[in-house]
Every structure is written in structure tokens, then in C-alpha cells.
């Protein structure tokens, strides 16, 4: 993913009003990602921690879904798989992430997703899951990223439809 600016940040987000994505929590740390190894840019809102966000590239422009995490289970203990990236966390590493579907008519699409949101480091191997959090797979890695990223364009596509 290239480098985007806090203004195209805001700019990017499809599923709510102008003024939220004026309010959103943007990380204050954008120049400092590690761009060339994201497939897209999630982060969770530190202020509260039910909500996080996921832009990517789509097309020829950015795509950006404001997200709700559903609440934590208490003493899961169970391993669960994200649908982006399929890497594999127990506790609450993955969590069910809803969007608001575009179009106002209050309906939301979910998915299984990381929940710190750094997807692509797990695929990368620059972030540690630990023991059986990567199954061994016959896949490059860079077929591991050009799943990975038709999962998130799947999940861009139910929100936007």
C-alpha cells in the first residue's frame, strides 16, 4: 500500500457522515507505518475501543469502513481464524467486526478479523502470532498477499453494495 495522508484518510471513509470521519481517531504515527509491507491500513480507535477502521486500496481510489468490534468473550480460551488473512489467534486476537453498508438502509455485513488489525505483518512474518497461529500452507507468500487482499475486497464489496 502507498503512503496516504490524514486528509485522504478522512476522505476515503464510505460508510459514515462527513462529520465522523472529521472526529475519527486517525494514528499519529501514518509516516512511520511500515507501507511496504501493508496490504491495507486498520487500526483500532484508542479512545474507544469498539471501534476501529480499515482503508484500502480499491480500484484507483482508497476505500475507507468505519468498523464496530463486537464485545470480547470473557475467558475465551479457543483458537479462531481471521477470514482476511487466515491466521489463526486465541483469546480475543480475532474479533467480529461490523460495518454499516453504504446506502443507508441500516443493514451491516461482518467478518472475523484480526484484532489489531495487522493482517499484513502476520503474513509477513514481522509480527508473531506464536505457536499454530500460521498453518503451513504450499502458497508463496505472494500468493499468501494476493488472497489476503481479495479478502478485504470481498469485504469492501458487501459494504459498498
Known sequence: MRLVSEH????????CTKGEARR????RDL???PWDDLDFLGWQDLSSLGRAYLIAEHGDRLIGVALRRAAPHAGHTRRSMCSLCLTTHTGDGVSLMTARRTGGNGNSVGAYICTDLACSLYLRGK????????MPE???????IDRTAANVTEFLQKVIQ
Open 31 to 33: 509516516d512511520a507505518r
Open 8 to 15: 485522504e484518510v478522512r476522505a476515503s471513509f464510505v460508510n
Open 127 to 134: 509480527k508473531d502470532v506464536g505457536p499454530g497461529g500460521r
Open 138 to 144: 504450499s502458497l508463496t507468500l505472494e500468493e499468501k
Open 24 to 27: 475519527l481517531a486517525i494514528p
